[in-house]
């Protein structure tokens, strides 16, 4: 990487850390700390709350899921404008009229502690876990680059982090948001402007579209209904949805976005805002992968996109083959362009007979190409069978390392970085508030001065820190970082949307019957992801969390007895 690149992604880094401690320096408080002084517009909330979601895992997974899959994967988010409005509605005035600092703090007066603390370990755990997903993806970036161990870069980047959000805590992340924001949307903007660039001089971002939509990469909405289908209409506007009401409803790495809102308006705002430009965001991020993906229709793509596995090979016995492999990944894309270009030429004219001969061509040089590659993954796997061989967490790392505008590769960098510090330090950040709120202040010390607080806080968030690094370091075990954030998610989300939605509205059924009926569903949702997982069924992981909801709705309503709901009340001791 170039002396300029590294300025401008240090440069930009260093700018929005040092402008977050600097506007945060007079933070001396366990409220202030934890909870901000709820003074945020709603832009502000609306681009803080994008941050949270837009990990380093979306600039850098999503890019090399449409590269493989197209657009199809923005289906996942068609749920998230009904999620919004439904939040804005009914679950938002009640966290303002209550005044609560997490989301859990309203379950112990609808119900009891036991339900309140059953619920906060529910988001412990599962957040805890993403956040190791959050601090691995760009570790993959910095790894790749400098030729550092994974396992150093993990550490290092953790723990830049965690000082960073030790630091601030969530004034800091708030205040730091909307610059990350803007970095990113221009940096992924440029990006996509500089595919288009590099394709050939006769060929339009049209005819790259064009070309993308008859490959079967332009494809958003698949209306088959199919269980073990991950993305499709079905599992996106029933899974998906119930998915987003509980991240954004009850996660309190959100909810501590948008409660610190001026006002119950600025806070709906926000998350309307949200809402309505979350898709097209991700749809420009999807584009990028698409337009990846033609580019490499003219230029030879690597045989494997994880250039430290190829290092490891080129230097072992296999290295001959290697080179074979390579010199016929090259010759057979020469034959892909050829045939792409007379795709253009045809589309142009109109000409069907031609479109279809074209396509078939391209369709059958890919095949030869993925041939070439899995050739090529299983010499790896067998140097090293402890090598990972899925590779589409690097294809859009690959192309801005080898094909951008020196400048521009460290804008892109700074784009990864800035969503990987503001994913992470609201996670942590969140994790260290419903620990010291809903656990530490409220169950185990109750009577100790702010001080003590502040500085259980702080150790708290080290903590979390700390057990996130443990996860990242078995991260690789995944094949798709993408896919696993919203995996770990799934797993606990419709159950603790579950608790929510009878706390809402099932007001008859009290905290024995939904403590119970919450332990049921979260062990029979456990039961079918593995059996999922161990292909015993086909059930797509989106369905989980419909699953979980429904379940554990149920069953409290067959479970409750002669207990009953409590008035909505908050113990005078939890408030900070």
Request: hydrophobic share 50%; net charge negative; charged share 15%.
């Amino acid at each position: 990487m170039s002396t300029l690149d590294w300025l401008v992604m240090t440069g930009t880094l260093a700018g929005i850390v040092l402008y977050g401690v600097y506007m945060t320096r007079k933070v001396d408080n366990v409220k202030s700390y934890l909870l901000g002084d709820r003074d945020l517009k709603w832009w502000t909330i609306g681009l803080s709350v994008m941050a949270t979601q837009a990990s380093a895992v979306t600039f850098l997974s999503t890019p090399g899921q449409a590269y493989n899959d197209g657009l199809g994967f923005a289906q996942f988010y068609f749920g998230l404008p009904i999620a919004m409005v439904i939040l804005c509605i009914f679950v938002l005035p009640i966290y303002y009229r209550l005044k609560v600092y997490t989301a859990y703090e309203y379950l112990e007066g609808r119900f009891d502690l036991r339900v309140r603390t059953l619920t906060a370990l529910l988001f412990l755990v599962q957040r805890g876990l993403a956040a190791g997903i959050t601090i691995y993806a760009p570790a993959i970036v910095l790894s790749t680059i400098l030729g550092w161990s994974l396992s150093l870069t993990i550490a290092i980047i953790g723990v830049v982090v965690i000082f960073y959000t030790v630091l601030g805590g969530t004034k800091a992340v708030s205040v730091t948001q909307k610059q990350q924001m803007i970095v990113i949307l221009l940096g992924m903007f440029a990006a996509g402007v500089v595919v288009v660039l590099k394709l050939p001089q006769n060929l339009s971002f049209g005819d790259a579209m064009d070309v993308a939509g008859h490959l079967g990469k332009l494809q958003v909405v698949d209306l088959e209904f199919d269980l073990n289908d991950r993305y499709n209409i079905w599992s996106a506007l029933l899974g998906g949805t119930f998915l987003f009401l509980s991240y954004f409803g009850t996660d309190q790495s959100q909810v501590q976005r948008y409660l610190s809102g001026k006002s119950l308006t600025e806070s709906r705002l926000g998350l309307l805002f949200n809402g309505i430009f979350k898709v097209p965001m991700q749809f420009l991020v999807l584009l990028v992968g698409v337009l990846v993906f033609v580019f490499f229709l003219f230029t030879a793509p690597p045989v494997h996109f994880n250039s430290a596995n190829l290092d490891k090979l080129r230097a072992s016995p296999y290295g001959t083959e290697l080179a074979e492999l390579e010199a016929r990944n090259k010759e057979i894309n020469g034959r892909n362009t050829t045939a792409t270009l007379e795709m253009v030429e045809a589309l142009r004219s109109d000409n069907e007979a031609r479109i279809s001969a074209a396509r078939s061509q391209i369709e059958a040089t890919l095949a030869k190409r993925d041939e070439v590659a899995q050739s090529v993954d299983d010499l790896i796997a067998t140097y090293d069978p402890e090598l990972i061989t899925e590779d589409r967490d690097y294809v859009f790392i690959t192309f801005i390392i080898n094909y951008l505008p020196v400048g521009l590769v460290g804008l892109l960098l700074a784009v990864i970085f800035s969503a990987a510090m503001s994913s992470t330090s609201s996670e942590l950040n969140a994790l260290a508030t419903t620990s010291v709120v809903d656990i530490y202040r409220r169950s185990l010390v109750t009577d100790r001065d702010d001080r003590h607080y502040l500085a259980a806080s702080k150790w708290l968030t080290v903590g979390w820190g700390v057990i996130a690094l443990c996860f990242a370091a078995v991260a690789n075990l995944f094949d798709n970082l993408i896919q696993a954030v919203n995996i770990i998610g799934s797993l606990f989300y419709g159950v603790i949307l579950g608790i929510f939605v009878v706390a809402f509205f099932f007001k008859r059924v009290g905290g024995r019957a939904v403590f119970k009926a919450a332990l049921i569903g979260q062990a029979f949702v456990t039961a079918t992801f593995v059996a999922s997982w161990m292909e015993y069924i086909n059930l797509a992981f989106l369905w989980l969390n419909l699953i979980g909801c429904v379940l554990t709705v149920l069953f409290a309503l067959a479970l409750e007895g002669s207990d009953d709901a409590t008035d909505v009340t908050i113990p005078e001791n939890d408030l900070l």
